[in-house]
């Protein structure tokens, strides 16, 4: 099967389980209602989709190993650690906590000041090991996650209340008001990377044959780093943080695709991330009567998923 064919073939995958989420029980009574809460939810994960997929490819083309993803460098923690210290400083039922574009924004600012100091520290020296970058993001991390854990427990039991929403993911309640207000930012990033993809084909060689091929290494690291931050901000505001799904879904785009090019992997890393979000959510819902939750489905998978990549020693 051709890699255009698979493409469509996941577009109309995704296209079909949308419309069972949205159109499914609606008639002339109760299609206001229903489609003013269905189509943003359905928005939501789509987008949130996306962002996890293409985040994760290009951070592991950067990285020349498929078994890193963003999370790795922290920036889920990071997003926690923000979270933690708005109610912190501000409280709980501040406007900071609680008026969601003012958060987000306060978030985005942080992780791209994040990424900044990062690649800072990273390209100090005259000779820099990108793995020595990846050591400093799970320390920072790590450090990250604990700040968050000791803060936690002296809060308030109201103020815990209001970050407690943010700690763990959730596709049945997505910030549906931040949808619309992502979106053009979603599309300006997602177009960003695209712009990319001829350099991001040349830097999964390695980081000599792209400088011998006339790429800026640094440039294109920083710029990544940065694009990578914002997505991760995205979904997790959307839908929270989800630790394997862009483990998952990127190395299943490679292994899937013929095509080495990212021009072709980075449409379909995010066709086939909202494919499996939607088909999941919609077995959640209408199999499983929400005994579990898709979260939890994703985290098990992953997490086998990744043993096998460990053990398979093929792909570190």
Not at 3 to 32: M, R
Not at 180 to 198: A, I
Not at 215 to 223: E, F, I, M, S, Y
């Amino acid at each position: 099967m051709r890699d255009n064919t698979k493409l469509l073939l996941l577009v109309l995958l995704s296209l079909i389980f949308a419309g069972l989420f949205i159109g499914v029980g609606l008639n002339l009574d109760n299609y206001q209602y229903f489609l003013s809460r269905r189509v943003p939810k359905v928005l939501a994960i789509a987008l949130a989709g996306i962002a996890i997929a293409q985040s994760s490819l290009a951070f592991q083309t950067i990285t020349h190993n498929r078994i890193l993803t963003p999370s790795i460098m922290g920036f889920d923690s990071l997003y926690m650690f923000v979270q933690v210290m708005v109610v912190v400083l501000f409280g709980g039922f501040s406007s900071y906590a609680l008026n969601p574009y003012v958060n987000f924004s306060l978030s985005v600012a942080a992780m791209l000041a994040f990424s900044s100091l990062l690649f800072a520290f990273y390209f100090r020296r005259q000779q820099s090991n990108l793995m020595a970058l990846l050591l400093l993001g799970v320390i920072l991390g790590q450090l990250f996650s604990n700040i968050s854990s000791f803060f936690i427990m002296l809060m308030d039991p109201n103020d815990f209340s209001s970050v407690q929403a943010n700690m763990f993911a959730s596709f049945n309640n997505v910030k549906v008001e931040l949808v619309y207000w992502v979106t053009p930012l979603l599309l300006l990033v997602c177009f960003g990377l695209f712009q990319m993809h001829r350099l991001l084909d040349v830097f999964w060689l390695d980081n000599d044959n792209a400088i011998s091929l006339g790429v800026d290494v640094r440039l294109v690291t920083r710029k990544v780093l940065m694009l990578s931050a914002v997505l991760i901000a995205i979904s997790t505001a959307l839908v929270g943080p989800v630790m394997f799904f862009g483990l998952l879904v990127t190395n299943l785009t490679r292994e899937w695709f013929r095509s080495y090019q990212h021009r072709t992997l980075l449409i379909g890393c995010s066709a086939m991330s909202v494919c499996a979000l939607l088909s999941g959510q919609w077995v959640v819902e209408k199999v499983f009567q929400f005994e579990t939750t898709l979260s939890v489905v994703i985290n098990f998978i992953g997490g086998i998923y990744f043993l096998s990549l460990l053990l398979r020693n093929k792909v570190v």
